[in-house]
């Protein structure tokens, strides 16, 4: 059993940025993926950016790529998203979830949500 609860949401201005973080409970932390994911308004949930097990090997989606960083720190239980030049179509809730599939691409693939933190975007 994971549980994930995500912080580090708020309101911010196109260009800027925030850092958005996911503490996991469990001392089997090392042995999930992470990813982050996120769902607007009327849209479905879409995958955001994935970390492997041992930090090595990140994965993002086209929109982020080069904008967001996704990172883990397994002494902490703790996987984080740096999020840069930000704009209005990132404003979104913001989930962090775990999977035993290394480098899981898709929602189907975790097991384990946290409950979500908002991020909004003004222009």
């Known amino acids: 059993q994971v549980q994930l609860v995500e912080s580090g949401g708020g309101l911010v201005q196109a260009g800027g940025s925030l850092r958005l973080s996911c503490a996991a409970s469990?001392?089997?932390?090392?042995?999930?993926?992470m990813g982050w994911f996120r769902q607007a308004p009327g849209k479905e949930r879409e995958f955001v950016a994935v970390?492997?097990?041992?930090?090595?090997?990140?994965n993002y989606a086209d929109s982020v790529k080069g904008r967001f960083t996704i990172s883990r720190d397994n002494a902490k239980n703790t996987v984080y998203l740096q999020m840069n030049s930000l704009k209005p179509e990132d404003t979104a809730v913001y989930y962090c979830?775990?999977?035993?599939?290394?480098?899981?691409?898709?929602?189907?693939?975790?097991?384990?949500w946290g409950q979500g933190t908002q991020v909004t975007v003004s222009s």
């Open positions: 469990g001392r089997t932390f090392s042995s999930y993926a």
């Open positions: 970390v492997s097990w041992s930090g090595a090997t990140t």
């Open positions: 979830a775990a999977s035993r599939v290394d480098e899981a691409p898709r929602a189907e693939l975790y097991s384990y």
